[in-house]
C-alpha cells in the first residue's frame, strides 16, 4: 500500500540526493517525503530514505523519508500513484539522459553526435519527456510541479503542454548565493539577480575566457555596472560543484512551497517562463520579485535573445525548433526531424531520438 507524503521527488540522482539529505537537517516542521525511482533504481532510493531518516534522526528533525516505484513507461499508472500519495509539491529531477553520463563517457557515438549537434542543449526535447508525464499527474491533483530537469527550456514547453511548474531549481539561486557572498551581503532580497543558464555555464571558465553579456545584478535595489569585475572571482572548477548546490538550493524552495516558510530568493524557469528570476513564496504561492520599476515582460525581453542561442528553441506556435548545426547532424541520421515538430509530438519525437541513441550505441 503507498502512503500518502507531503512532497515527491522523482529521481534519485546527485541532483535529488543532495535535497533530500539536507532537507533531513532543515526540516522544523512535520514532513513526509516520498522519493520515486524506477524499478531498477529502488535500492539507491531505499539507501536515500534510510539514510536521510538516520540524519534526521541525529539531529531532532521530524522528516520522514520512503521509497516508492514509479511507471514511468505508464502514464495512467504513473498517474494512479501520484494520485496515491497525493503529495502538495512534486519536485522532478529523474531523466532519459543524463547530462553527467555525456560528460562520463565523451567519446561514445551518441556523446559525438550530440557535439556535433551543438552540445547536450540537442537533448532538451528529452528532458521533456518524463518531466511533461509527472506533470499531467501533479496537475490531475492540484499539486506544485517543481522541475530541476532544464528549466530554463523544459518549463517553459510543459506550459505550452498544459501543466506549466511552478518553477525549477538551481541555475540561478547558484548565481544569486556566489554573488550574495562575494558582495559580503546575504541577507535576503538585498541582491537581487536576473540571467540565463549560459550565465552559470560561463562560470566553469576562466573570468578572461568568457564571453557575452553577464548577468543583471541589483543591490539593495540599486543595479550594477561591473557586475563582470565582481564576478571575476567566482570560478567553479568542478561540476560536482553544480549539482550539490542545485540540491541544496532546492531545500528551502520547497519548504515554502510547502507553506512550512516564506522566501525570498530565486529560481529558473518559474510560472513557466525561460531564464533565472527573483521570486517570492508566501503561504506556499510563488510570484515573479522582481526589482522595483521593471516589469515581467522587460524582464522577458532582457532574457530572450540568450535563449535564441540554445541549440533547441520552442517557438510561439508551440514547435520544437534546431540551431542549423543540430539540423544539419540531424538530417544525417534521423531526417524526419531535423526541420522541428510540434510540442504535441514530443512523445513520438522522443521515441525516435532514444532509438537513434540506441542505434549509435549498440
Given amino acids: 500500500m503507498i502512503r500518502r507524503a507531503d512532497l515527491l521527488v522523482t529521481g534519485t540522482g546527485a541532483f535529488a540526493a543532495r535535497l533530500i539529505l539536507d532537507l ?3 526540516a522544523e516542521r512535520s514532513v513526509r517525503v516520498a522519493v520515486g525511482s524506477r524499478g531498477d533504481g529502488a535500492t539507491q532510493a531505499e539507501w536515500l530514505c534510510r539514510t536521510a531518516n538516520a540524519r534526521a534522526t541525529m539531529v531532532g528533525k521530524p522528516a520522514q523519508f520512503m521509497p516508492v516505484v514509479l511507471e514511468w ?3 495512467q499508472a504513473l498517474a494512479d500513484i501520484v494520485g496515491s500519495i497525493q503529495p502538495a509539491c512534486v519536485i522532478h529531477s529523474a531523466s532519459v539522459q543524463s547530462p553527467w553520463g555525456i560528460l562520463e563517457y565523451p567519446d561514445s557515438p551518441w556523446s559525438r553526435f550530440i557535439e556535433r549537434a551543438g552540445g547536450f542543449g ?8 518524463l518531466a511533461r508525464r509527472i506533470g499531467l499527474a501533479a496537475a490531475a491533483i492540484g499539486g506544485h510541479l517543481v522541475n530541476a530537469c532544464y528549466p530554463d527550456f523544459v518549463n517553459p514547453v510543459l506550459a505550452a503542454s498544459g501543466c506549466a511548474p511552478v518553477c525549477g531549481a538551481g541555475n540561478v539561486a547558484i548565481l544569486a548565493a556566489y554573488m550574495a557572498d562575494t558582495l559580503d551581503n546575504r ?3 538585498q541582491v537581487r539577480v536576473l540571467a540565463h543558464h549560459r550565465h552559470l555555464a560561463a562560470l566553469f571558465k576562466p573570468a578572461a575566457e568568457r564571453r557575452g553579456l553577464p548577468p543583471r545584478v541589483w543591490v539593495d535595489g540599486r543595479e550594477l555596472s561591473d557586475v563582470d ?3 571575476a572571482s567566482i570560478f567553479l572548477p568542478r561540476r560536482e560543484t553544480m549539482r550539490a548546490l542545485a540540491g541544496t538550493s532546492a531545500v528551502p524552495l520547497v519548504l515554502a512551497l510547502l507553506g512550512h516558510r516564506d522566501l525570498l530568493g530565486h529560481a529558473p524557469g518559474p510560472l513557466g517562463r525561460s531564464g533565472g528570476y527573483p521570486v517570492a513564496v508566501r503561504d506556499g504561492m510563488l510570484s515573479l520579485d522582481l526589482p522595483a520599476g521593471m516589469t515581467p515582460n522587460e524582464a522577458a525581453e ?3 535573445p540568450f535563449s535564441e542561442h540554445d541549440v533547441a528553441r520552442l517557438t510561439a506556435m508551440g514547435r520544437i525548433t534546431w540551431t542549423e548545426a543540430a539540423r544539419e547532424a ?4 534521423c531526417p524526419h526531424l531535423a526541420d522541428g515538430f510540434d510540442v504535441a509530438d514530443l512523445e513520438a519525437a522522443c521515441s525516435d531520438l532514444l532509438a537513434l541513441r540506441e542505434r549509435l550505441c549498440c
Fill in 122 to 129: 540537442f537533448t532538451a526535447p528529452l528532458q521533456v519527456l
Fill in 302 to 304: 532582457w532574457l530572450k
Fill in 330 to 333: 540531424l538530417r544525417l541520421e
Fill in 229 to 231: 569585475t565582481q564576478c
Fill in 24 to 26: 533531513a537537517l532543515m
Fill in 187 to 189: 541577507q535576503p532580497r
Fill in 73 to 75: 513507461e505508464n502514464p
